[in-house]
């Protein structure tokens, strides 16, 4: 069986989210026996094809962005040659020249399309889109989504509710590095000995001025790693406060993450918007054992950390209820660290990286065989 992947970025030129679902999968399926394929699009002079990790990583070249969208000339061949290859055709929703490129090449294939996320922020170029989009997903097979939350809360999904499944995003925690005792002490000099942590890109969605806010008045030392568009107006909004026990670490190698996992109190979260479908930092908070503090934001945010079980869940955009949630933990040292101990049994329940390829390749399986019933 051959799989083949198509996304607007992907890995090792970009590391987000959707492009780390990509590579867990791919490299998953390929253990199992399952040929794979990753087609994305690259403004960078690089190979053609390259391989990671028993898996085949192509690149097509970006020609133009408009709203976060790339779009590729070659990526029509390329697109057309790598499917007429494949047993069953993998996309990753939200990317409207995905789309385009579906109808354009006309490929029979079997299709499936993980739905990462609603489109949020670009709501005038949405109306423009959504007769594209509903008639790409009513076209393909499957629709999978990663939470339940998700699937309860999204119109979109609402409309397919007969053919969307849920596959939760799965980590695989055999691929983080072990931090060398060197490393771990480096950090342990340089940071309090209790601290709450943040792990993310910085942008607009992962609520860090609320953080922010929640933090005055307060002497709880916050960590931020990450780096990102918003970052210069963090730290000014931080300045403008008189805040001092907010620290931003900047974007920081995976070894010293996991240091700082290791090391950390509690993991907060604070993402407000819709934007945020799943969490996959929360996840890896959950992995390392920390309780959290997140947002009810219909997501699944909320499927990886349970209210007052694996951690404390407050309203969006609440600072007060923010801080009173970092306040119970920091207070309660005993009861937070039993939550951090149930985060970690619901992370190897629900969301280990060989549960979701197990599941991803039942899928495929079952679509492939039922394209050659119809066949037949």
């Not at 294939?109 to 609603?118: A, I, L, N, R």
């Not at 007769?131 to 393909?140: A, R, S, W």
């Not at 002497?219 to 909004?237: R, T």
């Amino acid at each position: 069986m051959r799989i083949l992947h198509f996304y607007k970025t992907s890995f090792p030129d970009t590391m987000g989210g959707v492009e780390q679902v990509i590579n867990q999968i791919a490299r998953g399926a390929s253990k199992l026996g399952v040929a794979t394929d990753v087609l994305s699009l690259t403004p960078n002079r690089v190979p053609r094809t390259i391989e990671i990790d028993g898996y085949l990583a192509h690149r097509a070249r970006l020609n133009l962005q408009i709203a976060s969208t790339g779009f590729s000339a070659s990526a029509f061949l390329r697109f057309a040659q790598l499917a007429k290859q494949a047993d069953v055709i993998h996309y990753h929703f939200p990317w409207p020249f995905m789309d385009v490129v579906h109808f354009a090449t006309r490929v029979k294939k079997p299709t499936v399309v993980t739905y990462h996320s609603d489109i949020i922020r670009q709501k005038n170029l949405l109306k423009l889109y959504r007769p594209l989009q509903n008639k790409f997903l009513g076209d393909v097979d499957r629709i999978v989504a990663t939470s339940p939350n998700y699937i309860a809360t999204s119109d979109v999904l609402a409309k397919y509710k007969n053919k969307v499944s849920v596959i939760p995003i799965g980590l695989d925690k055999g691929t983080y590095p072990v931090p060398s005792s060197e490393k771990v002490a480096y950090w342990r000099d340089r940071l309090a000995p209790k601290f709450f942590l943040f792990v993310g890109v910085i942008r607009y969605y992962k609520g860090l001025h609320i953080l922010i806010e929640a933090a005055q008045g307060t002497d709880y030392p916050i960590m931020i790693v990450g780096a990102g568009p918003i970052e210069e107006e963090l730290k000014a909004q931080v300045e403008i406060l008189g805040i001092t026990n907010v620290h931003f670490l900047g974007h920081l190698p995976d070894e010293d993450k996991v240091a700082l996992l290791h090391l950390s109190y509690a993991v907060v979260f604070p993402s407000h918007l819709r934007s945020e479908a799943f969490g996959i930092s929360l996840l890896e908070g959950a992995m390392y054992g920390k309780p959290m503090i997140s947002s009810e934001i219909g997501t699944g945010t909320t499927f990886i950390n349970i209210a007052d079980e694996t951690g404390l869940v407050v309203p969006p955009s609440d600072p007060l209820a923010m801080r009173q949630a970092m306040r119970y933990l920091w207070g309660n040292p005993e009861q937070a660290a039993e939550m951090g101990r149930r985060a970690e049994a619901r992370y190897w329940q629900h969301f280990t990286a060989d549960q979701m390829v197990e599941a991803y390749v039942k899928l495929y399986r079952a679509l492939s065989v039922s394209a050659e019933v119809e066949s037949a």
